[in-house]
């Protein structure tokens, strides 16, 4: 049976931290998260990330503009030296407004990495804070005390959000990166092959027994809807648990430690600002 890597421990462990940093602060650490519409799933996010930062300290402000108004609710954002982060919940409906604003948003504030300038920083390793997600599966795997250097991960997926700055995160703690995608040839046999799988590809149950072997640890990042109507990551959990030595779960995995790691970031930023 494997050991279940749970994300509440990991980000209680945070939460811990980051509260006793923000309390030594000269300000109060303050976010800006965006909104666009009345998408749930946005809703419940919002919801989460603006508990776990005012259990921390953190001051959260929240802009819910339509969509004609989000640039200037931008500048504002911006503008103003009070707020020290910023989250704009993804996607937008008008994805040229997206664009324009993941260019307007001032880098020093952008806490989730969606400026070109952050994604440049995090693949260079300067300055920028990586996209939450992707840092959480750090935070996990070092909470959980799994060695990086020298190990072979495979992180199936190359999105901007996760696969692509996770690679980087990890490459940059020593470890060796294959990168893969749906269209990788043999996909089934890099991943048996791997120390680590990295499982961010956004379909549902996709890693299965045949993708998986003993002694390895398994992140699950995918938030599915099941064809049973249940939330499921992108690992056939029921298949794979039997086999590996350690998994997450989903839920309760990699999005628990996802909004402590938001928080982490503004604290950061207020430090820096």
Do not use: W
């Amino acid at each position: 049976m494997a050991e279940i890597l749970k994300g509440a421990p990991v980000a209680s462990a945070l939460t811990e931290r980051l509260t006793s940093q923000a309390a030594e602060l000269k300000v109060v650490p303050t976010l800006a998260i965006v909104r666009v519409g009345d998408n749930p799933g946005d809703i419940s996010y919002e919801t989460g990330a603006t508990k776990r930062c005012e259990k921390i300290g953190i001051e959260v402000r929240k802009f819910n503009p339509d969509p004609s108004s989000v640039l200037s609710v931008i500048k504002e954002i911006n503008e103003d030296t009070n707020i020290h982060g910023c989250l704009v919940l993804r996607p937008l409906p008008d994805k040229n407004i997206e664009r324009e604003a993941c260019e307007l948003l001032a880098p020093e504030k952008d806490v989730d990495c969606m400026t070109s300038k952050s994604l440049a920083g995090v693949f260079i390793g300067e300055g920028s804070f990586a996209p939450c997600t992707a840092q959480a599966c750090i935070e996990l795997l070092d909470f959980y005390g799994i060695e990086l250097e020298g190990r072979n991960v495979a992180v199936v997926g190359r999105s901007l959000v996760i696969g692509k700055p996770v690679s980087m995160l990890l490459q940059r703690r020593n470890a060796t990166v294959t990168m893969c995608h749906s269209k990788t040839k043999n996909l089934s046999e890099i991943c048996r092959a791997s120390d680590i799988i990295i499982a961010a590809i956004g379909k549902a149950n996709f890693i299965g027994s045949e993708f998986v072997a003993p002694g390895q640890v398994v992140i699950d990042v995918g938030i599915n809807m099941g064809s049973d109507g249940k939330l499921c990551g992108d690992v056939n959990f029921n298949e794979a648990e039997p086999i590996v030595k350690a998994i997450t779960p989903v839920p309760a995995g990699v999005g628990a430690v996802t909004t402590a790691v938001l928080a982490k970031h503004v604290i950061e930023a207020a430090m820096l600002q």
